[in-house]
Every structure is written in C-alpha cells, then in structure tokens.
C-alpha cells in the first residue's frame, strides 16, 4: 500500500486503485507517495476481494459519525451496511438507509474516512463488544486517517478534504409545506391563501409526483397545471416559492423527448448486453440515465430550463439510490414460478410466496445487471452504487451553473455519498410519524452536521403513519431548531398542515412558526459562521464540552450555532423534561409567544422543566448572545430587517457576529455582505455595548437599529438601544 501526508494531520492510504469518486476536492495528484507495510490503530486482514480493518475498542471508546444511520449518537453497538438503499421502514434494526457518508471519530484518538463507493459494512461492537470491524469488499480505496485527539479539528479536517458546506438561499430557513401530493395548483394555491389569509408565515410549497404528466420527468400535467407559467407567477408574486421533484427513471414512451433524445444518444444504463437496462419505477417501465458520463450530465442538467425559466430554483430529487420497483422479467419470472404452484398442494411454502413479491423490489442483484459508462471505464452499478445519488446532483447543478450561475438554490437529494454536501443536501427520508423518529431525527441531525450536511432535516410531522395533533406541535417545535424546516406527509396518511387539526392547535402551530422566522437572524449568522470555521451548525453538547462526560451522553439536547441550545419534548403526554446544563449558567426561556420573556437563571447540572404543550424550552448558554427580529413576516424576503433584538445573558463578556447580504446570489463571495460584530461586556454599573462594522464591505445592511435586553446572573434585565 501507499502512504501520503496532506493538510495538517491527515494520512491517506491508498490500496489498489481506487475509483476517483469526486469526494475529495483536495489535488491528489500532487501527493508524495511512499510504500507502507503498516496502519496505526488498525489491524488488517485481506484476500482477493475482501479487506477487513480491526479496531480494538476500550471499554470508554466512543464512536461518533456516520453520517445518515440509524442507531444512537455514538454509533457503537450496531452494525451499518453503507448501501443506499430506498428503506421506507425505519426500524432500529435496520442497517442501510439511503446514503454513504463513511466518516467516523473514535473519541479522543483519531478520525477515518473510507472514500469507497460501495458497500462498506461498519460493525461497530455489534458482533464482538470490544472490537470495530470495518469489511470493504474490494482492495482499491483510499483510506484517510486524521491523526487528532480533537474532535472538531477533525470535523475541518474532513470538510476541507471533501469541500466547505453547501449554501441554501435564506428562505430556505423559512417554513416549508409538504404533501403527497397536492394533486393539482387548485389544491396548492389552497394551501398557499390558507397560510397568507391565516398570516401564518411559510415560503415554500413542494411539488410531488404527481405535477408530471403520468409521472413523465420534465413534463407538467397540463389538466392539473392549466397555465404553469402564469400559476408560478402568482405564488412568486404572494412570496412562494415551488419546489417540484425530480427524479430519475424516464419513462419508456415513444414520442416523449426525454426518452427519445436519451435513446438517440446513447444516455442510459446498459444491460450486459449493450441494451436499455429497464426498471419500473413510478412512470411504468423506464431507463436510468448514466450520470456518471459527463456528457450525460451537461444534457440532464439543461432539462431544467423548463423550471429555471419560470424563476423556479428550488427542487428536490427523489428515488436515486436508485430505488427500484422491480425489474420485470424478474417480475415475469416470479409470476411463472407461482403460476406452476397452482396445481400443487401449498403448505410452508407460502410464506416464500408471500415475501417473494416483496423482495422483487431493489433487489440486490438488480445493481450487478446496468452499466455506467464514466471517464475510467465501463463500471457496474454495484461497484459504484453508492454515488448515483451524488452524480445526479451533480448533473442538476452543473445545469444551475449554466442556467442560472448567481443563483443560489434549493437542492434536496434523497440518496447521496460523502462530499454531497458540498454541492446540495439531503432530506432525510421516510419516517413515520412516531415519537421514535422523533430521537431519531435528532441523533441523525448531528451525525449529518458532522459530517458537513449543516443545512438538512427529517419530514417534520412525520412521512409515513397517521400522526396526532400532540406529535405534530411537539415536531413542529423540534422543527424550529433544525435547518430545513420542513412538514411532509405520505399519500394517505392524515394532513398535518397547521390547520389540520382544530383552532387551538393552529394557534400553537402559528406560534410556534412565528418564533422560527424571528429566529432567522441568529440561524443565518450563525450557519455563515459555522461555514467559515467549517464547524457543525448544529452539534452535540460533547463539541463544547469535551471535559464533560456526562456531555457524551446526551443524545436529545444540542447546540443550535453556539449560543442556543435546545432541549426539544420527544415523548408523547410529557408536560416536561429533564435538561442537562452542562459547565456553566445557562439562561432558560420558557417560550409560548417569543414576544414573552419568560426567563430564568439556571445553574450547571440536571433540572426538571416543565413545558405545557405550547411551550419551547429554549437555553441561552452563559456569556452568549442571541438575535432575533421581532417583525411579523409572511415570508423570508418579504421586509429587510431594519430592527434586531439582542438577548443576551451576561456575567462577563458577549459577542455575536450578524451576518446579513443578499440571500439570494454568490455575490457574498466577492464581499459583498455586512458582518456586524455585537459586543456585550460588563462593568461595575451595568454594560457597555459595542457594535463594530467591518467598514470595508461593499453591501451596506438594512439594520437601522439594535435593541439590547441583557440578563444577569440575577435574571435582573438592562435594556438599551443603539441607532446604526
Ligand atoms: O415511493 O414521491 O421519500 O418524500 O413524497 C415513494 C413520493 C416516493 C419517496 C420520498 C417521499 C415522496 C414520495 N417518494
């Protein structure tokens, strides 16, 4: 094997040769190779085409990372089988979801990233209690080892391998509305008065399946979309914006464009034999285009003029794992099989017949039988199987860089490989309506952060499952606290927009809404910041305090940027919780209406708080500062923000860095933002406030004003205002 240092700690090894899989940006070719015999930390074993590292674990190791998995926080005792894979059940016992993201942290010792775009089996204490087994079914990969005890050095480490975060324009931290599907534009201008008629603040309305003409990608169904163009204008016009799906498979349809130019040209997956391989998804019986070629990139990524013409930027692209529902002469195969039992006496057999349809759908062997045609080779889909996800996005935005090249957008994937969240993101995939995912939606929010998804998040409400009104506040509330904000439901399940329930529960949600668009200020200066320090967004307590160990266990408590924390409720008829306040005061905010400061001092250690079901317990970390616009907005851009409120809680010294520019283009690139640095300290009397402008910007803000409302150890409150 070979051996090369880079950056300021990490050690690549290189077995084989190894798929250039597009997850790290960093020049390799400049790399200084020499031949190694040896790895530190692991063992090794290895035959022709199976390597296998051993970890030995110590009874306080703790593993953190992973990415999108199931299982807690510290991920060991389970076993993660990174194959993306469409699983719409998320049991724990469940070992694949959609994406690969093969980074991890051992505590305290040292990082790993695998860049391999197969299967990776991670078994983490599962088999054995005291030793991790990571079993890759080839010898050509790169193995990255990041040689730190500290965790966050590690965390940048891997973000400037694999590339800085991915930036959503700021509506994107607005509320979002889901469904599958709303059927028809009645249905979503509906939807869309109901929020501005109720003056319930919400910027976006997702487009599922059923947009298309017979599920046809590129199309709108004209009988539901009478008048696209005009329908789009008046949802912009009342500040909403559409997010339509797209997903791969293309229907197999003579005359449809798509389908012919694709054929024409050569554009999809081949079978064996050279032929069309076909998969039936939603639209019937379809091809899958070959991402991985780059001519077959610039071509998809064009498709998306239909939408970017109307000033639509934001999409969501689904079933690129890629799932499939079967193929169908395994389908033909099947039903002959069955069709011979017919004259036979059935006994145990049966239960083969029963799960034999079931298991037609992604089949494993399905991905051994299409070919992609990349710039190093004929591949199969098994072998790189993990990156269709992550190509198909790529595609996507290389169409957005010629289309619409200072625009920034909305880019969701549900299947993706490590270095995705450079360019997009991910949503999470279906959950259920259950108090379960709740936690889990949690845990996988911060494995995501770590892993450089800072903008991400679960289907809030719950996807599959019929959800209670109760589940929903306490989601919605949750929800306030992750990135993408975003209720969706599946098709035949209950609604769970606000007003699904009855009045009081929409009054709460609406409350609940409210508080999250005047959060925004703090959200987006913060995930700005996050960025340039290529530290998580949202991160669990032991990123802050790692000397804590009772910080290492708190798996439903995390750090919103650095100066909030949230303690969400996740169980159902709770009228309370306990918090851990880690290492210093913290300011507790009993929330309801955020116009109410409703505060408390709280000292370091374990409390019991009570939260009634309209109430957000929310913490502001000692020596902080948060912002918050108290202005009622419909939407993100619908007013500049002229006024901000800082609350702070103070013993010492405060800063905060407001971030404002555009939200909408690169321009924030070329400097063309105001950083505002808010400082906070205290004297004998009561505070000096100072607010510095980094003059040399060439955006000038909107703020006119900043309001202050600092809290002492005392919980005694010093008001001030400061005209810019
Ligand atoms: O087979 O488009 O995860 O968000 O609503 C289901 C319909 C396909 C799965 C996605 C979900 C979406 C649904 N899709």
Known sequence: MLKANLLNFTTLYRFGTPFETDAVTLDKKSLNFTETEQLPFFSFEKNDTIFTLKF?????????????????????????????????????EKESLYGSHPFLIVNNKFGLF????????????????????????????????????????????????????????????????????????????????????????????????????????????????????????????????????????????????????????GYFCKDKDGKDFVATVWPGFTHFPDFLNPEVRKWWG???????????????????????????????????????????????????????????????????????????????????????GYYMA?????????????????????????????????????????????????RMLLSLNMAGFFYTGADIGGFGSNASPELVIRWMQLGVFSPLYRNHSALGTRHQEPWAFDENIENIMKKIIEFRYALIPYLYSEFFNSIEELTPFISPLFLHYNDDETSFEIEDQFMVGKSLMAAPIIQPNAKGRFVYLPENKWLYWKLSDFKERNVE????????????????????????????????????????????????????????????DDGESFAFKEGKYAKIKITVIKNKNGYDFEVEKDESEKFETSLKRIKFEIYNENNEKVVFTLSL
Request: aromatic share 14%.
């Open 302 to 388: 064009r498709k998306y003029k239909l939408f970017t013409d109307l000033g639509i930027y934001s999409f969501w692209n689904d079933m690129n794992e890629p799932s499939i529902f079967f193929v169908p002469d395994a389908l033909k195969k099947y039903l002959k099989e069955i069709n011979e039992m017919l004259n036979k006496e059935i006994g145990l057999e049966f239960f083969g017949i029963k799960d034999g349809i079931n298991a037609l759908s992604n089949k494993r062997e399905y991905y051994s039988e299409f070919y992609h045609n990349t710039p190093y080779g004929k591949f199969s889909n098994e072998e790189l199987h993990n990156l269709y």
């Open 394 to 442: 790529k595609a996507t935005v290389e169409g957005f860089n010629e289309l619409i090249p200072d625009k920034r957008y909305l880019l969701l994937s549900r299947s993706s490989y490590a270095g995705h969240h450079r360019i997009a993101t991910i949503w999470m995939g279906d959950n259920m309506s259950w108090w379960e995912h709740m936690l889990v939606n949690i």
């Open 56 to 92: 030995q674990l110590n009874e306080e190791d703790r593993i953190y990372g992973l990415g999108q998995t199931l299982g807690g926080l510290n991920k060991r005792g389970k076993r993660y089988k990174l194959y993306a894979t469409d699983d719409p059940l998320h049991t724990p």
């Open 601 to 660: 001092v709280l000292t370091p250690g374990t409390h019991y708080i009570k939260a009634g079901l309209n109430e957000i317990p929310v913490f502001i970390k000692e020596n902080s500062l948060i912002v918050l616009n108290e202005e009622k907005l419909n939407y993100v851009d619908e007013k500049a923000t002229e006024e901000i409120i800082v609350i702070g809680f103070v013993t010492d010294k405060a800063e905060f860095v407001y971030f404002e």
């Open 114 to 265: 695998i860049d391999y775009p197969s299967e990776i089996i991670f078994d983490i204490g599962f088999t054995k209690h005291d030793i991790m087994e990571i079993t890759i079914p080839s010898n050509n990969f790169d193995l990255y080892i990041f040689n730190s005890q500290n965790n966050i050095e590690i965390i940048k480490e891997y973000l400037k391998l694999t590339g800085t975060p991915y930036i959503p324009p700021k509506w994107a931290f607005g509320y979002q509305q889901c469904r599958w599907s709303y059927p028809d534009a009645k249905t979503i201008k509906e939807v869309a008065e109901n929020f501005r008629k109720k003056e319930i603040p919400c910027d976006a309305i997702y487009m599922d399946i059923d947009y298309m003409k017979d599920f046809k990608v590129f199309t709108i169904d004209e009988n539901k979309f009478p008048d696209f163009d005009k329908f789009v204008k008046e949802m912009k016009e009342k500040g909403f914006k559409l997010v339509p799906i797209v997903d791969p498979g293309v229907k197999i349809e003579k005359g449809y464009d798509v389908y012919e130019e694709g054929k024409e040209k």
